[in-house]
């Protein structure tokens, strides 16, 4: 299975986004990672489609965009006009998950599901077959640089057994929060081949190296 890093942006310095994401384009990484936040669905306030419209002007880049906001349906427009490649929105936001997946993808768009680490894994199996992506939150959304939490480990393995129960080798299984060199290869091990990180790659002086050393960590982890 491919193994794929998607940098979260969250842990970037705000005032050079530009060359935050080429530095992370010529890293190597796969796709960008973007934590679209309300204040409301979460407690706190990221940024929004102007961010995103700017940088789709000067990266090539995949975009992740992952939307912690509530009534996500209102914005998908919006945020396939502003570039994004994903959206991965939040199964416990208003709306039947199906209807959401289905206007993302009348978009031209890829679709993901996140849930909250308070969320069971079953909640999902009704959407998998629609959907591209599953996030397992492993932090509590709406801040970088918490503690990853292991115990979602069992969910992650959970998703990847359904998917390939459904005979969907394709489904991408991310996981989001705390991924860094000491916790990649649990979920690679369970069965995750999207990895966010954001401060284990932001908060490092050679993008590129860590970028190379997380995938790698990833594939031994899953026997590759
Ligand atoms: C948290 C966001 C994450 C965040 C991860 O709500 O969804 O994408 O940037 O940050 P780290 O990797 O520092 O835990
Ligand atoms: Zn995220």
């Not at 979920?187 to 081949?193: H, K, S, V």
């Amino acid at each position: 299975m491919e193994m794929l890093i998607s940098p979260s942006l969250l842990a970037a310095d705000f005032s050079r986004l530009d060359r935050e994401t080429a530095a992370i384009q010529a890293a190597g990484a796969d796709m960008l990672h973007l934590d679209v936040m309300d204040g409301h669905f979460v407690p706190n306030i990221s940024f929004g489609m102007p961010v995103i419209a700017s940088l789709r002007k000067c990266s090539s880049l995949f975009f992740d965009v992952h939307i912690m906001i509530s009534q996500p349906q209102r914005y998908l427009e919006d945020l396939a006009k502003a570039g994004a490649d994903l959206i991965t929105f939040h199964l416990e936001a208003e709306g039947n998950p199906g209807e959401t997946i289905d206007a993302i993808h009348r978009l031209g768009l890829k679709a993901g599901i996140s849930l909250r680490p308070g969320t069971p894994a079953e909640t999902v199996f009704p959407w998998l077959e629609q959907a591209d992506l599953a996030l397992v939150m492993t932090v509590e959304p709406g801040f970088g640089g918490q503690k990853f939490r292991g115990e979602m480990m069992p969910k992650v393995a959970a998703i990847r057994r359904e998917a390939d129960r459904m005979d969907r080798k394709d489904l991408v299984v991310q996981v989001d929060g705390g991924v860094a060199r000491d916790t990649i290869g649990l979920c690679a091990q369970a069965g995750a081949n999207c990895f966010v990180a954001g401060s284990a790659i932001f908060g490092k002086e050679d993008y590129a190296a860590e970028v190379s050393l997380l995938r790698q960590l990833a594939r031994q982890a899953a026997g590759e």
